[in-house]
């Protein structure tokens, strides 16, 4: 159990240090956060609004950060290069986030090519019921990139890197909460960049 919290620790970390400079970003992030937290109370409800929420909203706030407020030029605060850190991401890098999202925007052509979706839903009568269908398909499209990567990464390192990976990622809206709340006065200030100095720099596990 040390181990393993001490994994999640070093993964949050790094996902911090390397990926969430820019406050945008980070505000950002904050807007997903809330967004996957209520996508989380809605699972118990209506789970097929709570994937609309968390795709339209929280993985939209989220990837629209990434990639286009992000500085993606040399990091001097880690001294490193952005292909570098593309190459250690232990998630979903920028290449391995745009295949998720084409798979995600692509989905929805699928349904109306084929309103069954090979038998899995009986045929919308109307649109209502088409944005159902899609919301239930990305839903599945959701748990199945969290779950493709988790075993991707038994296969490359180990079941204890997965594993940790999958926790951080199931737990980052609470940990994004935490540490990004103060992000929009930030940039309300005009503090478009975090220093990242008020923490000591942890090495990057391989």
Not at 115 to 138: D, I, K, S
Request: aromatic share 14%; charged share 20%.
């Amino acid at each position: 159990m040390r181990d393993f919290l001490g994994q999640l620790k070093t993964q949050r970390w790094d996902d911090h240090r390397y990926y969430h400079h820019s406050r945008i970003n980070q505000s950002l992030h904050l807007l997903s956060a809330v967004s996957f937290l209520c996508a989380y109370l809605l699972l118990l409800s209506d789970p097929a609004l709570a994937a609309l929420v968390g795709w339209l909203v929280a993985m939209v706030a989220r990837q629209v950060g990434h990639f286009f407020f992000e500085p993606k030029d040399y990091d001097e605060v880690n001294q490193a290069t952005h292909e570098y850190k593309e190459e250690i991401k232990v998630g979903y890098n920028l290449q391995r986030k745009m295949v998720l999202l084409a798979i995600w925007a692509a989905s929805p052509l699928l349904l109306y090519a084929d309103p069954t979706l090979l038998g899995v839903f009986p045929a919308h009568r109307n649109p209502a019921e088409f944005v159902r269908h899609m919301a239930q398909m990305w839903l599945f499209i959701g748990a199945g990139g969290l779950m493709f990567r988790t075993l991707h990464l038994f296969y490359l390192k180990d079941a204890m890197t997965g594993m940790v990976w999958l926790t951080k990622i199931l737990t980052d809206p609470f940990h994004d909460v935490k540490l990004y709340w103060r992000a929009p006065l930030y940039v309300l200030r005009g503090e478009l960049i975090d220093p990242m100095h008020a923490t000591p720099h942890t090495p990057q596990r391989a």
